[in-house]
């Protein structure tokens, strides 16, 4: 069988002609729509993995922040907790103080008020006392025991201290009055001349007295000028006593350490 190359040839040509026009208007716009379409979906999924990471991203952030918010919650309320038991705590101390203040005030108020009180009970009681004291000697007074008074007066002129003594010459001597002798009841002349002569020898010169009955005097007898007083009387002895106990009564009572 002989070959017809020009067939052949021209078939040869028409195939070669034939895979151009495919390869040229077939085959390359369906491998660029298939490159377009692999470039498209390449480009998709690159967005999509870009979302997917953004959405991670904001997925983390924000669990992120809800464990931030659950601990700065759990902080905050632990805070208020704290606060709360401190403020109840320090309403409670509050309470309790006050409630000690009113206690101690009210103890001091009652220590107060019974102190007051003991001590008016005792000043009525001590001045009743020395009252009562006072009108039974006064009662008892007579003149016997006044006799007696005026030897006990004279003795005190003589054994007076040196001060004294001295402060009473002078006053004497710059008296424009005569001294004053009073007694409870009237001196006989033998009583006022045996206190003339005491005052005459104590202050060696002729002392000018006036005697004066002062029934107010509780069995004694008081001389006075010039703003100097000697006096020797129960009453002057009471006053003594009275001042003692008042100054007595006044003083902080001492706690014996062991016995408490």
């Known amino acids: 069988m002989l070959i017809d190359w020009f067939t052949v040839g021209a078939q040869l040509l028409n195939f070669l002609i034939l895979v151009w026009l495919l390869k040229r208007f077939l085959y390359q716009p369906i491998l660029d729509a298939i490159d377009a379409r692999e470039a498209r979906i390449a480009a998709e ?5 870009a979302k997917k990471a953004e959405a991670k991203s904001e997925r983390d952030a924000f669990a992120h922040k809800n464990e931030e918010f659950d601990r700065q919650r759990a902080e905050r309320l632990s805070q208020a907790k704290e606060e709360v038991k401190a403020e ?3 309403l409670m101390d509050e309470a309790r103080q006050a409630a000690d203040d009113v206690r101690v005030k009210r103890q001091d108020a009652l220590e107060r ?16 006392v020395f009252s009562i004291a006072r009108k039974t000697l006064g009662d008892l007074a007579e003149t016997g025991l006044e006799a007696r008074m005026g030897e006990v007066f004279t003795r005190r002129l003589r054994e007076m201290a040196a001060q004294t003594k001295e402060d009473l010459a002078t006053a004497l001597k710059t008296a424009a009055e005569p001294a004053i002798v009073r007694s409870t009841f009237e001196l006989p002349e033998s009583q006022r001349a045996a206190i003339q002569n005491a005052l005459n020898e104590t202050f060696s010169a002729e002392v000018r007295v006036r005697f004066e009955a002062a029934p107010n005097l509780v069995s004694g007898i008081e001389l006075s000028t010039n703003g100097q007083k000697v006096a020797w009387s129960i009453a002057d002895y009471l006053a003594t006593l009275e001042k003692q106990v008042g100054e007595l009564l006044k003083a902080p009572v001492k706690t014996d350490p062991e016995s408490s």
Do not use: C, P
């Not at 999924?45 to 993995?49: F, I, K, S, V």
């Not at 007051?116 to 000043?123: F, G, K, P, V, W």
């Open 88 to 90: 109840h705590q320090r």
């Open 45 to 49: 999924l690159a967005d999509a993995e």
């Open 113 to 128: 008020e019974q102190q007051a009180l003991n001590d008016e009970i005792t000043r009525l009681t001590r001045k009743e």
